[in-house]
């Protein structure tokens, strides 16, 4: 089994901060990437950030620059760190992973159950 625990989501002011963490636990031989989608009403779920285990990061356009992605690989858990929030940014944010698992072939994706955050005044 493979959790992936989300925490840090809540209510906040436009132009105000939040910093969201992820920790994934488990039967886990190693995680490839890990990074936050979000999914606002009525729209797909879409891209926020994402890291690899070496550092590389990717960031949708509509965050960069007011987002940041970091990872702690020795504790398999990533933060995203999100400041100058809009009311754009309100969505439920998903954790996600790509990792090994023992016994098993390839690199499978695995989420968290997600996190609300709201931007308003």
């Known amino acids: 089994q493979v959790q992936l625990v989300e925490s840090g989501g809540g209510l906040v002011q436009p132009g105000g901060s939040l910093r969201l963490s992820c920790a994934a636990s488990g039967s886990i031989s190693s995680i490839n990437a890990m990074g936050w989608y979000r999914q606002a009403p009525g729209k797909e779920r879409e891209l926020v950030a994402l890291?690899?285990?070496?550092?590389?990061?990717n960031y949708a356009d509509s965050v960069k620059g007011r987002f940041t992605i970091s990872r702690d690989n020795a504790k398999n858990t990533v933060f995203l760190q999100m400041n100058s929030l809009k009311s754009e940014d309100t969505a439920v944010y998903y954790c996600y992973a790509a990792l090994r698992r023992p016994y098993y072939t390839g690199s499978s994706p695995y989420w968290g159950q997600g996190t609300q955050v709201t931007v308003s005044s």
């Open positions: 890291i690899t285990t070496g550092g590389n990061t």
